[in-house]
């Protein structure tokens, strides 16, 4: 089955609204795991405007399914990462200016020092992913750079108008996902899912993981956390 891990970052928000200790992404983690999510991935970023360094040590030591950290190719982010050791780590492109990720990760573009990294992160034994959008040169330059996984950037498909320009985007993610398991890459997807959309993805050709965050923590809001990843989870057992 695919695995669903959840992105906490907007429980965080909250808190860093009133910038107090609650709402806390660690009791959210428990939470989550205990209504059946497969991992708990969370975006540290430069400006700390959700998850702060404090959440990722707990989190690190409280997780029992699978502890993903989104973060930039940054020297100071890698080496975050080499001492709290999480058990996945996704590079994504990051701009201090933009409300969410924007756009995927350029890898065929990437400098020595990501290539550097991710062969530190790997001998670390942590896993990789790049955060990609659907494109073959990115794909091809991803299992270059020696990841394990790529995350397909899911936001064009999500954000387009339902009818032809949604099928293909769609179809953009088929090929992606065909040809990232050819050059023996995990195929994972994530970004501006929700539980409409969901059930499309869901049929991706050798998909695995999906990363979902924002309208989890939102319908969380009117059912509960545990309702809330309940029905996402039906949606993926429903359509793998
Ligand atoms: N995957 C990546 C790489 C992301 O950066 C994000 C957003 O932090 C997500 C998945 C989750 O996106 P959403 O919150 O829209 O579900």
Redesign the pocket.
């Known amino acids: 089955m695919i695995a669903l891990h959840i992105?906490i970052?907007?429980v965080a928000t909250v808190r860093q609204a009133r910038q107090i200790s609650e709402p806390d992404p660690v009791t959210a983690a428990g939470l989550v795991e205990l209504a059946g999510a497969d991992g708990i991935?969370i975006?540290l970023r430069e400006d700390r405007r959700h998850i702060i360094d404090r959440d990722v040590r707990i989190l690190r030591e409280t997780v029992q399914t699978r502890l993903n950290l989104?973060m930039a190719a940054t020297a100071e982010m890698f080496g975050i990462a080499l001492e709290t050791r999480p058990d996945i780590v996704?590079l994504?492109p990051e701009k201090r200016e933009e409300v969410?990720?924007e756009g995927g990760l350029d890898v065929a573009g990437a400098p020595e020092s990501m290539h550097k990294g991710i062969a530190q992160l790997r001998e670390a034994g942590i896993r990789v992913s790049l955060?990609i959008d659907p494109e073959e040169e990115q794909i091809e330059a991803s299992q270059k750079a020696g990841a394990e996984d790529v995350?397909l950037?899911?936001?064009c498909y999500?954000n387009a108008e339902r009818g032809i320009l949604q099928d293909k985007e769609y179809e953009r993610l088929v090929s992606a996902a065909e040809f990232a398991n050819e050059q023996n890459l995990q195929v994972n997807a994530?970004?501006?899912?929700?539980y409409i959309n969901t059930q499309r993805i869901c049929g991706l050709p050798h998909l695995r993981e999906l990363?979902?965050?924002?309208?989890?923590?939102s319908r969380a809001i009117f059912v509960g956390l545990t309702q809330a990843v309940q029905e996402m989870r039906e949606i993926i057992i429903l359509n793998s």
């Open positions: 992105n970052d907007h991935t975006h989104e996704t994504v969410t990720t955060f995350e950037h899911t936001g999500a994530g970004h501006g899912l929700n990363n979902i965050g924002h309208s989890i923590v």
